[in-house]
């Protein structure tokens, strides 16, 4: 494993795609900064972080016969990796909120970005953005649901140690992958899914509020969510919300 230190960079997803590019990288290697100027999150968001406070890293894997119908069980392992090196952290009602977002209650503590390179019906190689708030005390007022580890548990924590519990995890999830433990990495998932099974308010992309409860994650990666009349409708990224009344 190689890990690149910087003190400043636009996104460490973007430097971490340049250098693919342009070298061969090896697998596992890891770029963390101290700042980002130009974080990135899902769906072209921004992730705003304050200097030296945070966890801001990117991670190269590559991969041999995953299969693109199955990248949703990447994401299970990335989002499990960073969940349990957290919930090791004794941080409490920790959850995963679909996809990849990491709460503590409602507070969201950090966000995965990851972006997959493709060779036919295979994913061959990923870069994986990870961005956790954890010694940051303050956040923007346009942010309300955001938190840190210190703010909720009221002390300082090592980054470097904490970076180290995830790459083990992740490492460990990425050897499961290999052996194609989908349905151990699917019952780990669904067991920390944030409001699973939960009769809760939702919101559509046509902004209609509606009553249902998660259930699980489809085979394409969507939200399945169960309906009042018993029926199971699909939800991909930015199509459904949680309600707030």
């Not at 996104?11 to 596992?28: A, G, Q, Y």
């Not at 309300?144 to 924590?157: D, H, Q, T, Y």
């Not at 009349?229 to 707030?244: C, D, H, P, R, W």
Request: aromatic letters at 8%; one cysteine or more.
């Amino acid at each position: 494993m190689k890990i690149i230190k910087l003190n400043a960079i636009d996104s460490t997803n973007t430097f971490l795609k340049n250098m693919v590019s342009k070298v061969v990288v090896d697998d596992f290697t890891v770029v963390v900064t101290k700042t980002q100027t130009k974080g990135r999150g899902q769906m072209n968001s921004d992730w705003v972080v304050e200097e030296g406070k945070n966890l801001t890293f990117s991670v190269f894997s590559s991969f041999i016969g995953l299969k693109v119908e199955h990248h949703k069980y990447l994401n299970f392992c990335v989002s499990l990796s960073v969940f349990e090196a957290l919930e090791a952290l004794e941080l409490p009602n920790l959850s995963v909120k679909w996809p990849n977002d990491i709460l503590s209650g409602n507070k969201k503590l950090g966000g995965i970005l990851i972006e997959n390179t493709l060779k036919g019906s295979n994913i061959v190689s990923s870069v994986i953005g990870i961005g956790i708030n954890v010694n940051q005390n303050s956040f923007p007022n346009n942010l309300p649901n955001a938190s840190s580890v210190k703010k909720i548990l009221g002390r300082e924590f090592d980054l470097d140690v904490l970076l180290e519990n995830i790459l083990k995890n992740l490492k460990g999830y990425f050897n499961l992958l290999e052996r194609k433990e989908y349905n151990l990495l699917e019952e780990a998932y669904l067991k920390v899914l944030y409001k699973k099974n939960v009769p809760t308010m939702f919101k559509n992309s046509q902004n209609t509020l509606f009553m249902g409860k998660i259930i699980g994650v489809s085979k394409s990666g969507n939200l399945q969510i169960e309906l009042e009349n018993e029926t199971i409708q699909e939800f991909g990224l930015k199509e459904v919300s949680f309600a707030t009344l």
